[in-house]
Every structure is written in C-alpha cells, then in structure tokens.
C-alpha cells in the first residue's frame, strides 16, 4: 500500500540522499530496522488479504446471485471509496497521530474481510417488505476493508522525488513499486492453492477470506505494538502546509478544501495535462472491464487448466478448476510485472519516460480485446489454457511503465508541492473514472462482454494515441 512505500523511503529522506538501488527495500528488511520491518510486515499482511480476496469477489458476487450489472456497479462503488478515503484518511492521521490511524484503518480493513467471509450465512433479510440479498453485504465489506489502502499516496510520490535524482525517478519508484508487488505475486497463487481445496467456490472463498483475516489481525496488532513512528511531520514543507498562522495543527489540516483543491488545479504543471487526458481514458477503459476479468476466466470461457508432470519416474496429473486457475493467471502476470519494471526503468534513462509510460498505456488499451478475443484468434493453434497463460503475461507488461508514469506525473512539480500535486493529479483522476465500471457492467449484462471489451479496447486506444501526440517528457529523461 501507498502509505508504507511512503514510510519506508521515509528513511532514505533522512539518511545520506544517496540514489536508492533497487534492492534497497529487501536490504532494510533484512537490516531489520524496526519502523521499516513493522512497515513491511504490515504492508505485506494486508496487501497480501487484499490481493488474495479483491480479484476474485466478482465471482463471489455472482455465486451469491448478483447480476452483471450489480458486479459493474460494485466496480464503481470501489471507484468511489478510491476517490473519497485519501482526504479523510489523511485528516484522521493528522488529528491522532499515524501509530493510532494505522491501528484503526487496519482493524477497519481486517473487520471488512470478516463481513465478507460471513455474508453467505446472513442470507436473504428481509426489513419492511424489501429482502436484502446475501451480496449487499459484499459491498458493506468493501467500505471497511479498503481503508488501509487510505494512507499517503501523495506523501510516497513527494519523498521519493526528494530522496532521489532527477534523472532517476523511474528507478526510484521501481525500487519502492518492486517490494509492495511481491505481495500482489504471493497473494494470488496462495489464494488459488486455497480455492483448489474444495470444488464449491462459496465454501473455498471462505477459506481464503478466512487466512485473509489473520493477516490482518497480525498487521494490525503488530503495527500498534511495534511501531515506534515520530508523531511529528516527517519534513518542513509538510509542517509549513498543516500549520495555521499561530502555529497550531488544524483538524484536518491535509484534508484539502474545495478552494485548495481548485488552486492546485489550477496551479497543476502544464507538461501534465496530456499526460492526465490520456491516462484518465486509459484507465477508464480499463475500470470498464476490470472487475470483469475473473467472470472471463471462469464463465465466459470456463477455463482451467490440465496436465500431467512427471518428475523421477513419478507421473502426477494437475486438475485446476477455473476460479483457481485465475490465480495462478494472476501470479504469471505479476511475475512479468516484476521482472519487467526494473529493466523499463533503466531503459528509460536512455530512450526516456514517454515512451516507456506509452507502452503501459498501450499494453492497458489493448488487454480487453486481447483477452476477449485473443483465444479465438489462436484457436486451434495453441490450447485455450496455454492461450490465457500467455496473455496474462502479455498483462503484465502493462506494469512496466508504472515507474516511469509515476516519475512523469511528479517530475515537473516544483520542489515541495510533489504531493499536492500528485494528490490532485489522482483525484482528477480517479473522480473521472468512477462510472467506467457501471457503464462496463451495463454492456456485460444488457448487450454483450465482447462488445463491453471492445468499446473499453477502443477508449483506451484513443487515450495512448492522445498522450503520444500531445504528451511532454520530463526534461531530466530529454
């Protein structure tokens, strides 16, 4: 999550400003510098529960009876907590303290994954003549248990541009992005070990939910007893922002007001503006079809996955249903992701950011109609699972111009307004975004997922196009 990267490069900030390396976060791990292992521990336990559980509630929303559309509507009400948790969680950090925020937005995450484990057994309520369905309480779950995905993405984006050198954003944010997606590549595959337990899904699922609230009762509680942050502000420009002319911290000082909010826009560097055009289509392409791709997997084609190993003489069959071997999708496409955002980052000091963002943005556009048409376009070439496993890998490219994106968007803000400005760029946004899956649920359900995936395919292209033509380099990268 943002907010641990953030803490964790906290402590570059203040050491010697030398250029992190790329295994700098697994060093300080095993360093095991106290506030940076109860960091990682925390961040790794509850993206670890997010990760095992989020991909996969579509599907568990439609094993509890929601329609299409209810899951397209799911995807956006997530849209709508992504947008609106920053500012609040930024405002109760500041009025108790990060030790004590941290501890609440954690419990309030670990509570989330246990209204989803016991969903299915609420049943159907009735409450004056209207029957709450058993899926209702999936989205009560989802507004607890985003809450620790809440803290400091801008504050991540403001440090990492001040511990690091110009000219090597992209590999700054690749070390930070690298160890935070270790828990995306783990998460998955252990979830899909888990599903593979029991044939029904809605009693395996539970399973998985279940481990999940264990990680996150141990994040929490190791958090609030380890963690020995320093209450005060982490650097001047942060105290010099959150302080009144009397020198007092007012309630909600990082909560940024609707006037604030219309200076930063206003105020936001020229070179991002294509920039934010085409990402802001690029994702909503992308919002359109994501919540999506589970039912893919698991429904629209039904796809698992058979084989046979044999290993010293001894032969034994692999049988992965397809909720299952979702996961195993989902580990392939971060393994990719992994191995692939360092070496674009390296690449980029050479070529420059531009292009590197543009073939994230590219490979973004294109997964849709990839995955919805690509199996038919290799059939009878290449076997249906084998065609799924190369085009989650395909997927995964998509995350090698994360890093590089990252340093475009915050590059040209001026020293000690990287956070505003990374926090208005991301409100813009995602505020924009919020429909996307409603409108993509709407088509699944009412016309058809192939027309669904080829509109989103589409939009994205137009917003790749739009940043090639329109969009500025960093001039630390030119």
Do not use: C
Not at 211 to 232: I, K, M, S, W
Not at 313 to 318: D, E, K, M
Not at 369 to 396: E, H, K, R
């Amino acid at each position: 999550m943002s907010s641990d990267d953030g803490a964790t490069d906290r402590n570059d900030a203040g050491g010697t400003g030398e250029r992190p390396g790329t295994l700098d976060p697994f060093r300080r791990f095993l360093a095991l510098e106290r506030d940076v292992l109860v960091l990682s521990l925390a961040m790794f336990a509850f993206s670890l529960g997010f990760q095992m559980t989020n991909r996969y509630l579509p599907e568990y929303l439609v094993a509890l009876g929601a329609s299409g559309f209810v899951v397209g509507l799911f995807g956006t009400f997530g849209n709508v907590i992504s947008a609106l948790y920053p500012y609040p969680g930024g405002a109760v950090s500041d009025r108790i303290g990060s030790r004590y925020a941290l501890t609440l937005f954690g419990l309030l995450s670990t509570l989330g994954f246990v209204v989803w484990l016991v969903a299915p057994g609420i049943g159907p309520v009735g409450i004056g003549g209207v029957t709450i369905e058993p899926w209702i309480w999936i989205f009560v779950g989802l507004v607890l248990a985003q809450a620790w995905k809440s803290f400091g993405l801008g504050a991540t984006f403001a440090v990492v541009k001040q511990a690091t050198d110009p000219a090597r954003l992209a590999a700054g944010f690749a070390s930070t992005e690298t160890f935070r997606r270790t828990a995306f590549l783990v998460g998955p595959v252990l979830a899909a070990v888990l599903i593979g337990v029991h044939p029904a899904f809605t009693v395996s699922f539970r399973y998985v939910l279940a481990v999940a609230v264990v990680f996150g009762a141990v994040g929490t509680v190791a958090q609030h007893l380890l963690y020995d942050v320093d209450e005060r502000s982490s650097s001047d420009d942060q105290n010099a922002e959150r302080s009144d002319d009397n020198g007092e911290d007012p309630v909600g000082g990082s909560f940024e007001r609707i006037a604030r909010m219309r200076r930063d826009l206003r105020a936001m560097p020229d070179p991002l503006r294509p920039l934010l055009v085409g990402d802001t289509l690029v994702r909503f392409a992308n919002g359109m079809v994501y919540v999506f791709f589970v039912l893919v997997i698991t429904r629209f084609y039904g796809v698992g996955f058979e084989t046979s190993v044999s290993l010293a003489g001894v032969s034994r069959s692999i049988d992965l249903s397809p909720a299952a071997f979702f996961g195993y999708l989902l580990g392939v496409e971060m393994l990719v992701a992994l191995l692939s955002m360092i070496p674009a980052a390296k690449a980029a000091e050479r070529v420059g950011l531009k292009p590197v963002v543009a073939l994230g943005f590219a490979v973004y556009a294109l997964f849709p109609i990839v995955l919805i048409g690509g199996p038919a376009a290799l059939a009878p070439t290449v076997p249906l699972q084998w065609t799924m496993v190369l085009v989650f890998a395909f997927s995964g490219l998509r995350f090698a111009g994360l890093p590089s994106h990252k340093a475009l968007i915050v590059g040209p803000a001026e020293r000690g307004t990287g956070g505003r400005v990374t926090g208005t760029y991301y409100l813009l946004r995602n505020a924009i975004v919020i429909p996307s899956a409603a409108l993509g649920g709407f088509l699944w359900e009412f016309v058809s997922p192939e027309v669904a995936f080829t509109i989103a395919a589409a939009i994205g292209v137009v917003g790749t196009g739009y940043f090639l033509v329109f969009g500025e380099e960093f001039e630390a990268y030119t």
